[in-house]
């Protein structure tokens, strides 16, 4: 279990209210993409991926604008309903299956060439590395996963609490226990960027980035081919 999980006592209902109250006041609407999402997308040839907690839908409409096929899920109604009502205006809802979906409860159905989850934090009780792994295993042979958390604490975060302290790249590959071998790391990295807050505010923000590759199912050299 990581720093990021919890066994205390709370409910499905406390969380999805706390993020659909989250959604509902936020001013921000904009559908901006992360930017390590958009640097490890870009080169790669449209496939299916899987948005894990995808907030407004930003990286979703990004992938699917570029000929992914999208699954969305997000555990606020309004996350997934700003998301529907985007692709339909920019007229890629054909490409993104949104939907509203406690990860605590279960995974989404499906194989995927990439799975993203964006600063999949929250403050109540969540068994992330049980999902993180389950991402892993949906992977398609070839397929990557991508997980960006904040390591530092933007001056706009909804969480300011100073005792909370991210796992970093290479704790959540440990905690993740996946065979090196089989998923290989990628990139483990802590990379600063200057961010923008919903205000238009500015400041620099630390990212802990982890892309695993499944190479589960690909073909291999034979034995001295190499
Ligand atoms: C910090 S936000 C990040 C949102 C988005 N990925 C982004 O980069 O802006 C975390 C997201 O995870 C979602 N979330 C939290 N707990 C969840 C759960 N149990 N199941 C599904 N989504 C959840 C929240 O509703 C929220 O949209």
Same mark, same amino acid.
């Given at each position: 279990?990581?720093?990021?999980?919890?066994?205390?006592?709370?409910?499905?209902?406390?969380?999805?209210?706390?993020?659909?109250?989250?959604?509902?006041?936020?001013?921000?609407?904009? $559908?901006? /993409?992360?930017? /390590?999402?958009?640097?490890?997308?870009?080169?790669?040839?449209?496939?299916?991926?899987?948005?894990? @907690?995808?907030?407004?839908?930003?990286?979703?409409?990004?992938?699917?604008?570029?000929?992914?096929?999208? $699954?969305?899920?997000?555990?606020?109604?309004?996350?997934?309903?700003?998301? =529907?009502?985007?692709?339909?205006?920019?007229?890629?809802?054909? !490409?993104?299956?949104?939907?509203?979906?406690?990860?605590?409860? @279960?995974? %989404?159905?499906?194989?995927?060439?990439?799975?993203?989850?964006?600063?999949?934090?929250?403050?109540?009780?969540?068994?992330? $590395?049980?999902?993180?792994?389950?991402?892993?295993?949906?992977? !398609?042979?070839?397929?990557?996963?991508?997980?960006?958390?904040?390591?530092?604490?933007?001056?706009?975060?909804?969480?300011?609490?100073?005792?909370?302290?991210?796992?970093?790249?290479?704790?959540?590959?440990?905690?993740?226990?996946?065979?090196?071998?089989?998923?290989?790391?990628? !990139?483990?990295? $802590?990379?600063? =960027?200057?961010?923008?807050?919903?205000?238009?505010?500015?400041?620099?923000?630390?990212?802990? /980035?982890?892309?695993?590759?499944?190479?589960?199912?690909?073909?291999?050299?034979? %034995?001295?081919?190499?």
């Amino acid at each position: 279990m990581d720093a990021s999980e919890s066994t205390t006592e709370n409910t499905a209902d406390s969380a999805q209210q706390f993020w659909e109250r989250h959604y509902r006041s936020t001013r921000d609407r904009s $559908t901006r /993409v992360n930017p /390590v999402l958009a640097e490890t997308a870009a080169p790669l040839i449209p496939g299916t991926a899987l948005d894990l @907690g995808c907030g407004a839908g930003g990286d979703a409409l990004w992938l699917a604008r570029r000929g992914w096929q999208v $699954t969305a899920v997000d555990i606020s109604g309004t996350a997934v309903e700003r998301l =529907r009502e985007h692709a339909r205006d920019l007229g890629v809802a054909e !490409r993104i299956t949104a939907e509203q979906h406690d990860l605590a409860a @279960g995974f %989404p159905a499906g194989r995927f060439d990439l799975v993203s989850a964006q600063y999949f934090h929250t403050p109540f009780p969540l068994l992330r $590395t049980h999902v993180l792994r389950a991402a892993a295993l949906a992977l !398609r042979p070839g397929g990557l996963l991508l997980i960006v958390d904040h390591g530092s604490t933007a001056p706009w975060s909804w969480n300011q609490d100073p005792d909370v302290h991210p796992p970093t790249p290479e704790e959540i590959a440990t905690d993740l226990g996946l065979d090196p071998t089989r998923w290989p790391v990628l !990139r483990a990295e $802590t990379p600063h =960027r200057r961010a923008t807050g919903p205000s238009g505010e500015t400041a620099t923000v630390v990212d802990n /980035v982890l892309l695993i590759q499944s190479t589960a199912g690909l073909l291999r050299p034979a %034995p001295g081919t190499e």
